[in-house]
């Protein structure tokens, strides 16, 4: 299930770091200057998966 935009209920694309306010592409443009600043949605999935992967290679070391 995807996060979806706070402003518009869209399709999240973009999230501020350690937060769950998610923006849609077009609502991170209209309210950021600078979108380098947000976490795009993707790549914290991403990041999430390579955590959870690890901790259950730690498991199974054990």
Not at 4 to 31: F, G, L, P, R
């Amino acid at each position: 299930m995807g996060k979806k935009c706070i402003v518009c209920d869209a399709e999240a694309a973009y999230k501020i770091k350690d937060t769950s306010d998610y923006y849609c592409q077009e609502c991170a443009q209209e309210n950021f200057a600078d979108l380098s600043l947000l976490v795009k949605v993707e790549e914290e999935a991403q990041r999430l998966k390579a955590f959870v992967e690890q901790q259950k290679e730690s498991e199974n070391d054990a």
